[in-house]
């Protein structure tokens, strides 16, 4: 018996140079029941996705005053009836203007709500949010100075054990490191690559130092154990769907290697999160374990995560299942295919000077 596809839709992609950009793009492609036409936006005119898409058009970086003026435009000219944004720094333009951008081109914007963006991308409030439903999180201090530093990563422990300290509100790793004990930096210097994130403590006081206008820092206790990402579909404040994988190898901040496992403890916290925060759309948690073996959350990204693909080899598509859930549409989840692997590689693109791609 045949069954009746659904009728085409247009899905606007942003930051479509992202890492996770063209992964997230063959996701939707994948999309059995209906043809997706996907354009993309990016403030560069070489964006890494841009061959995979229908479409392009060159957008401001989200914080500046005319980038939702250009994607209404871009909304438009494509015929967009859905807005999936990739980038943090474009969260809380769309967040705040998704009843204009429907209004003025009847797109739709698959993003939570400001202030559930604004909890998750401030991390020492985000900590305090969670902390107080009881989800799990690293013991951790707030600082605005060099001189608070010291005394901070005694307190949870230094120099016996290491810390870590990040800015309150960065995303992608920037900011990250961990402080270890030991002022001689020559094996730093010498025995480790340079996207190595760990830095002794009087360096960290040094770079603080240099700051004219200090940051709110976390200096948090450090977690050695397994780290997990759970990529996972809210609806108002209701968790639809979550699937967790392990980061088994990390470069910068990005999976190269992970699996698809059975948690539900990671679950079980994530679907607390959703709840608390009433988060809306995609959204994705990582999580590490203590010394103790115990699950603590490092950080939430009100977004899809860029290694999302891993979750869609495994069965669950969930860039087409956020499309479906935007546009108001039922859907059934899948089984997962726990023990999925993946492995990245390194892959290129390539541009002439107008920006478009070609191949050889």
Not at 15 to 32: C, D, E, H, W
């Amino acid at each position: 018996m045949s069954c009746e596809r659904l009728k085409e839709v247009a899905v606007m992609v942003t930051a479509a140079g992202a890492p996770g950009a063209v992964g997230i793009i063959q996701s939707l492609r994948a999309a059995k029941e209906r043809t997706l036409t996907i354009v993309g936006t990016d403030m560069r005119i070489h964006a890494s996705g841009r061959p995979f898409l229908e479409g392009f058009h060159q957008v401001p970086r989200g914080r500046d005053p005319g980038f939702i003026d250009a994607v209404i435009e871009a909304c438009e000219d494509s015929g967009t009836e859905v807005i999936i944004p990739l980038s943090t720094e474009e969260l809380l333009a769309f967040a705040s203007e998704k009843e204009r951008i429907v209004a003025s081109c009847g797109a739709k914007v698959c993003v939570s709500s400001k202030k559930a963006i604004e909890i998750a991308n401030e991390k020492a409030r985000l900590f305090e949010t969670l902390g107080a439903a009881g989800v799990p999180v690293p013991s951790h201090v707030s600082i605005t100075s060099a001189d608070e530093l010291r005394s901070a990563a005694t307190t949870l422990g230094y120099p016996h054990a290491p810390v870590c300290m990040k800015p309150s509100f960065a995303h992608g790793s920037r900011g990250f490191r961990v402080i270890e004990h030991g002022d001689d930096t020559t094996n730093l210097l010498l025995e480790r690559k340079p996207e190595n994130s760990s830095i002794s403590i009087s360096e960290a006081e040094r770079l603080l130092t240099g700051l004219r206008e200090p940051p709110e820092m976390l200096v948090m206790e450090y977690l050695p154990g397994r780290e997990y990402s759970v990529d996972m579909l809210c609806s108002q404040g209701e968790m639809l769907v979550a699937v967790t994988r392990s980061r088994d190898e990390i470069r910068s901040g990005i999976s190269f290697r992970g699996t698809v496992v059975n948690s539900p403890e990671a679950v079980s916290v994530c679907e607390t999160i959703c709840g608390e925060i009433d988060f809306d759309g995609p959204v994705g948690v990582q999580l590490r374990e203590d010394a103790d073996g115990a699950l603590k959350v490092l950080e939430i990204n009100p977004r899809l995560h860029g290694s999302v693909l891993l979750t869609v080899a495994a069965g669950v598509n969930l860039p087409y299942l956020a499309v479906k859930s935007c546009l108001g549409e039922p859907f059934t989840i899948p089984p997962i295919n726990y023990g999925t692997r993946m492995s990245r590689y390194w892959g290129a693109m390539f541009h002439g000077e107008d920006g478009l791609p070609y191949t050889f």
